[in-house]
Nanobody, 115 residues
Framework: QVQLVESGGGLVQPGGSLRLSCTAA????????MAWYRQTPGKQREMVAE???????NYADSVKGRFTISRDSPENTVYLQMNSLKPEDTAVYYC?????????WGQGTQVTVSS
């Protein structure tokens, strides 16, 4: 059984920073991709940033230049450094791990950007 444990969410003022962490535990095949998604009420979950097995990043246009995704491979941990946060970044952020056969999700962590 695979478990993704997220941490690092919270309340931050506009212009502030947060770092999210997600650690994958359990037995799974080689990781093809790790990613962060976010979702707000009434909207579809959207990809924020993803990192493939070659550690090539891909970002949503809305976060380019502000967010950075990175991975600690030995620890199966993926990070999302979020800088210059805006109120529109407020959402529940979900960690995603994809192998060749399966896709796993974390429980989500709330990020609120407000003064």
């Amino acid at each position: 059984q695979v478990q993704l444990v997220e941490s690092g969410g919270g309340l931050v003022q506009p212009g502030g920073s947060l770092r999210l962490s997600c650690t994958a535990a359990g037995s799974f095949d080689s990781i093809a991709l790790m990613a962060w998604y976010r979702q707000t009420p009434g909207k579809q979950r959207e990809m924020v940033a993803e990192l493939d097995s070659s550690l090539r990043p891909n970002y949503a246009d809305s976060v380019k230049g502000r967010f950075t995704i990175s991975r600690d491979s030995p620890e199966n941990t993926v990070y999302l450094q979020m800088n210059s946060l805006k109120p529109e970044d407020t959402a529940v952020y979900y960690c995603n791990l994809q192998t060749r056969m399966w896709s796993y999700w974390g429980q989500g962590t709330q990020v609120t950007v407000s003064s």
